[in-house]
């Protein structure tokens, strides 16, 4: 007997359809009618495509009216959401754009209206409140800088439903040279809208000419073969902004935020920090209070590149994904770093303790400067096991005053063990970030991150710039590690310890840290560090702490010693690519954005440094840069034809591969035997 839907569906007039297109008709009918339910039970006016989670809203939480539960997500709806017909509810029209002399848009939004726009720009507030990524702007002549990639989530420029009045604000072009990358990589391609209008309008003709940025106003105005979706913020996550926002006197806030891969960690910590700078009352004086941000996630650090944990203070809000901002600033200052040498922790669980603890103690410094200053921990997505110990032990020592964990399906036992730990009015869960469709692995933003990181200008001054050439076009820094006046102590090696003999062709082109030694005692069983008597220390290394690989004569810490650096008397400056070793003269040729002037006073005052290589992503992409950037300097082609074509005999470290010669045996495609299942007989 067919059920009533059944029937329903077989009554229906039209063209007979599938099961898949009609469950998503009836999904589709059940969005829309939940929708139209909310928007008659608030006065601000929503999409009604747009249900279960609302797009990001900086005041939706504070409003008694906007957690009703009538807002409250759905998970069917979740899962099998449509996508939004309307991105942006701002329509245009020639009482609210203008077009100024110099190319660039004022607009007018209306209360409630809200604005989606892909690609690079500068935002300012003429009149009125606007918010943006949990950061309300008001009047001022500063320009906000906005990288809006469909890599991401775009951010969502709304004026406040609070507000009586328009607000007005300005969109100025910005090229800052990120997008020059994308001749160099396929990484950093169909990220940017290629529009000649940054708003394609049937009101007026808006900027002829390349445009860096394009207002959404629906998917159709998306670039092709692109997926566009706005940054969505759920209820609960607005609930709990704002109630840490709220500043108080009497207790220093301190959030410290955990939970598994692909939760919303980093998302909810940009939030939490935007919400924060809101909420300071001197963001807008000379001296801001700003907020400390203790970033513990190796393999995906926001203000740093993959591979080291730092203590950031950071007085600007933050409006664009970590590759456009991979280095400190004068808006996000670097307070220290440690060099873990890998992406994750489980390589020396008890080093990365130590430098975590030492960069807290970094905060507590921060603090006599700025006593009022907020701490917001971010930590790895490594949960389970000595994932969890190391959680726990962190918890422990920095007793922060909030917990939260991003994640409402457990596991059970990790949210038990964390919840044991701290307070319970101190330890909260949040639902995991939403993401429908993902363009690039954590590998690929990795990659992404380290190449902005090694390619950006280090004299670009306030506002980070980039340059398009490849890294071989770009003069190195020499590194003497022979001779007198020898500022290299060694190689020290993280991990995984080769032999001597094996040393120049492990650190040739790879990625290493500089590492500054601020006293001998962050070196382990340094000859300084033996005093006369104490034969009980010098027993357990081995001798000599330095010695000399052949042929080369670079000096390397002792591989019989598994040593590393001491993180209460060493720091790391930065990262470096190997682009050689000249052998003839003792030179270590390095490619790195470290400031000139860093490496001048490090000079003048004879600073010792070490080169720690780890357990770090290869860059291949580093080695078939001008490749790429021939082949698509000659014409656009695809992927196969760029692999096919260019002369790759002078590229190091690349060989050009046909079909399956020089490949390793099984290289070749399988045939799949799709008759295996029947009989010889038969």
């Known amino acids: 007997m067919l059920s009533k839907k059944r029937r329903k569906l077989e009554n229906t007039p039209g063209p007979p359809v599938s099961a898949f297109a009609a469950r998503r008709t009836i999904i589709t009918e059940r969005v829309i009618t939940h929708s139209q339910a909310v928007e008659e039970s608030q006065e601000i006016s929503v999409d009604s495509k747009i249900s279960g989670a609302e797009v990001e809203d900086a005041y939706s939480s504070s409003n008694s009216s906007s957690s009703s539960p009538s807002r409250a997500p759905s998970p069917e709806l979740i899962l099998e959401r449509p996508p939004p017909s309307v991105f942006s509810t701002f329509t ?10 110099n190319g ?4 007018k939004l209306a209360p409630g209206e809200r604005l989606i726009i892909l690609g690079e720009y500068e935002l300012s507030v003429r009149k009125g409140k606007v918010a943006i990524l949990h950061m309300t702007l008001g009047p001022s002549k500063n320009r906000y800088r906005v990288c809006a990639p469909s890599s991401h989530s775009l951010p969502v420029i709304r004026c406040l439903g609070t507000d009586i ?12 040279g990120l997008r020059e990358l994308e001749s160099l990589s396929p990484l950093f391609a169909k990220m940017w809208s290629n529009a000649s209008k940054a708003l394609e309008s049937n009101h007026q003709p808006l900027r002829s000419g390349k445009s860096t940025f394009q207002i959404l106003l629906s998917p159709r105005d998306a670039p092709e073969k692109t997926y566009i979706q706005p940054l969505i913020s759920p209820p609960e996550w607005n609930e709990l902004l704002a109630r840490l926002s709220t500043r108080d006197s009497k207790e220093i ?15 909810f910590t940009k939030l939490l920090t935007n919400r924060l700078l809101s909420e300071d009352t001197s963001f807008s004086s000379k001296r801001q209070t700003g907020v400390a941000i203790l970033d513990l996630d190796p393999g995906q650090p926001e203000y740093s590149i993959p591979g080291q944990i730092s203590l950031v203070h950071v007085v600007a809000p933050n409006f664009g994904p970590p590759f456009s901002h991979p280095i400190g600033s004068k808006w996000n200052r670097i307070i220290r770093a440690h060099a873990i040498g890998a992406i994750t922790p489980a390589q020396d669980p008890d080093h990365y303790i130590s430098c975590a603890l030492d960069l807290f103690s970094r905060y507590h410094s921060l603090l006599s400067q700025f006593p009022s200053c907020p701490l917001v921990v971010n930590t790895p997505g490594w949960v389970l096991g000595t994932g969890l110990e190391l959680l726990i032990r962190l918890v422990t020592r920095i007793r922060p005053a909030s917990v939260i964990y991003m994640s409402k399906e457990g596991p059970p036992e990790v949210v038990r063990d964390l919840q044991a730990t701290v307070e319970m009015q101190a330890f909260s869960t949040l639902p995991s970030q939403i993401s429908e469709y993902a363009t690039r692995t954590a590998a690929h ?7 902005s990181y090694l390619h950006i200008d280090p004299n670009g001054g306030s506002k980070s710039s980039w340059n398009g050439l490849p890294l071989m076009n770009i003069a190195p820094w020499e590194v003497k590690y022979s001779g007198e006046n020898c500022s290299l102590v060694g190689v020290l090696c993280y991990g995984e310890l080769p032999s001597a003999e094996l040393l120049v062709d492990l650190i040739n082109g790879s990625l290493v840290a500089i590492v500054v030694i601020e006293e001998n005692t962050a070196i382990p069983g340094w000859k300084e560090h033996i005093k006369t008597g104490e034969n009980r220390e010098a027993s357990v290394y081995y001798r000599p702490t330095i010695i000399r690989t052949p042929n080369s004569n670079l000096p390397y810490f002792n591989p019989l010693n598994a040593i590393t650096l001491s993180p209460q008397h060493s720091h790391c400056i930065g990262h470096a690519l190997v682009r050689g070793i000249d052998i003839t003269h003792q030179r270590l040729q390095l490619i790195t954005p470290i400031s000139p002037k860093v490496i001048e006073d490090m000079n003048e005052r004879g600073t010792k440094i070490v080169i720690v290589s780890g357990k770090l992503d290869t860059p291949g992409w580093a080695y078939t840069e001008c490749l790429v950037g021939r082949d698509l300097g000659n014409k ?15 590229a190091p470290w690349v060989e050009k591969l046909k079909d399956s010669s020089g490949r390793g045996i099984n290289a070749k495609v399988w045939r799949v035997r799709r008759d295996l299942g029947k009989s010889e007989t038969g």
């Open 253 to 267: 806030c301190s959030t410290f935020i955990c939970g598994p891969k692909s939760s919303g960690k980093s998302t």
């Open 165 to 176: 009045r328009d607000a007005e604000i300005s969109l100025h072009h910005c090229d800052s």
């Open 445 to 451: 933003l990795r990659a992404m991150q380290t190449m």
């Open 104 to 107: 660039d848009l004022s607009l």
């Open 92 to 101: 245009p029209s020639k009482g609210n754009v203008k077009e100024l002399p």
């Open 636 to 650: 656009k082609e695809s992927d196969e034809e760029l692999e096919e074509s260019g002369n790759v005999t002078n």
